[in-house]
């Protein structure tokens, strides 16, 4: 069992940054696969980016594209997504989720995923 909890997120105005924290409980933090995903009003819950288990791969939304950038720590057993240039249609609630697998890339579908966080809301302002 693996137990994520969410941090950083607020109220930041267009064109603002906020970093997002997801710290794990796993010991074995480097089995498993990250992504951060977002759920908006009346929205399903879309992915925004994914690592992989080392770091090396990584796979992001288009519209996030050169905006968001997602990194880990496996010493810190935490995922991070730094928001940059931040748009009104970037508010949701953000979530983190895990899954216990090294084999290819970050899966890019929640249903993939076994564990999630308990979300962080993320407002931006026009």
């Known amino acids: 069992q693996v137990q994520l909890v969410e941090s950083g997120g607020g109220l930041v105005q267009a064109g603002g940054s906020l970093r997002l924290s997801c710290a794990a409980s796993?010991?074995?933090?480097?089995?498993?696969?990250m992504g951060w995903f977002r759920q908006g009003p009346g929205k399903e819950r879309d992915v925004v980016a994914a690592?992989?288990?080392?770091?090396?791969?990584?796979v992001y939304v288009e519209s996030v594209k050169g905006r968001f950038t997602i990194s880990r720590g496996n010493a810190k057993n935490t995922v991070y997504l730094e928001m940059n240039s931040l748009k009104p249609e970037d508010t949701a609630v953000y979530y983190c989720?895990?899954?216990?697998?090294?084999?290819?890339?970050?899966?890019?579908?929640?249903?993939?995923?076994?564990?999630w966080g308990q979300g962080t809301q993320v407002t931006v302002s026009s």
């Open positions: 989720a895990a899954r216990r697998t090294r084999f290819g890339a970050a899966a890019t579908s929640a249903t993939d995923y076994e564990y």
């Open positions: 796993a010991g074995t933090f480097n089995r498993y696969h």
């Open positions: 690592i992989s288990w080392s770091g090396g791969r990584t």
